[in-house]
């Protein structure tokens, strides 16, 4: 197997999925991660885990899935989605929604087609490489699970968790309490929260800062009154609030404060799988041979 099935072949895959995705770019457009929201990035969640069981069960009998859990195919697949993230942080990146500035979509990597087909492949090899190690438990192999496990838990979250995620602006005017938000598109959504705002205040001392004094009410009958401040957001209920404008033609008289609202329940499994993988780091320093020399 391994005179047929290399690195070579693993790098013609990572090509030929790249060479698919600029296809379907140019023919479909960018990825629409909204027609994947809850519930379907639950069921597309499912046929992920069951199609990766299957093709583990199925291993014996095909050359390609026992390759898929080796070096061989994870190394380009890890080389590929490291350039391309290398290429969206030197890339002035479109917020989402937004129609990309350039012709091919790379300023809009996150629903670029290659960019997602790549990740798509790194995950399912990562996830046949764990479930190898599932089936023979041992703690040699807890740091080895922490680390590809982490890795799929956050690669799974951070993709499919993308549709749920909700980048709202809620304009409050002081003395009145609102609801309703709106989007990129400009589309309006009543929300679980509410914002009241009593004051809105600018600090030019010890640095230049803006801040307002809210009471935020829930549908599920929290009340909390806090301050919110730029760079200091305040989390309620899954919402995290930052304070994001104000009425700059009144400067500190303003009477609006503008607030950016969102919610991203995929967020804790993307960290579950961070802490995961630092867990397993950690496991690596503490069973290496120069850990143990310096304990004896």
Request: contains cysteine; positive net charge.
């Amino acid at each position: 197997m391994s005179k047929l099935w290399g690195i070579t072949e693993g790098s013609f895959v990572c090509c030929g999925l790249v060479a698919i995705g600029m296809v379907m770019q140019m023919a479909a457009g960018p990825v629409r991660w909204d027609l994947m929201a809850w519930p379907v990035n639950i069921v597309v969640l499912c046929l992920l885990l069951l199609g990766i069981v299957l093709m583990h069960a199925c291993r014996g009998k095909v050359r390609l899935f026992r390759w898929m859990a080796t070096l061989q195919a994870g190394i380009p697949a890890m080389v590929t989605c490291v350039m391309l993230t290398m290429l969206m942080g030197v890339t002035r990146q479109v917020p989402s929604g937004h129609v990309p500035t350039d012709p091919i979509g790379i300023t809009d990597m996150l629903s670029f087609w290659p960019f997602v087909l790549a990740y798509v492949w790194l995950t399912v090899l990562v996830g046949m490489v764990s479930m190898t190690r599932l089936l023979h438990p041992s703690w040699r192999n807890v740091p080895f699970l922490l680390n590809h496990l982490g890795l799929f838990i956050a690669l799974v979250a951070g993709t499919l968790g993308n549709a749920d995620m909700q980048r709202l602006r809620m304009m409050v005017q002081e003395g009145t309490t609102e609801w309703r938000a709106i989007d990129d598109r400009h589309h309006v959504h009543e929300l679980p929260i509410a914002i009241e705002l009593h004051d809105f205040a600018i600090e030019e001392y010890p640095q230049f800062s803006y801040l307002s004094d809210v009471t935020v009410y829930t549908k599920s009958g929290i009340v909390r009154r806090d301050t919110i401040r730029v760079n200091k957001p305040l989390a309620v209920r899954g919402w995290k609030i930052y304070q994001y404008s104000y009425d700059e033609t009144k400067g500190n008289m303003s009477d609006v404060s503008v607030f950016e609202v969102v919610r991203d329940p995929w967020l804790p499994y993307v960290y579950l799988g961070i802490f995961m993988m630092l867990a397993g780091a950690a496991c690596l320093l503490l069973l290496s041979p120069a850990a143990k020399r310096i304990k004896s």
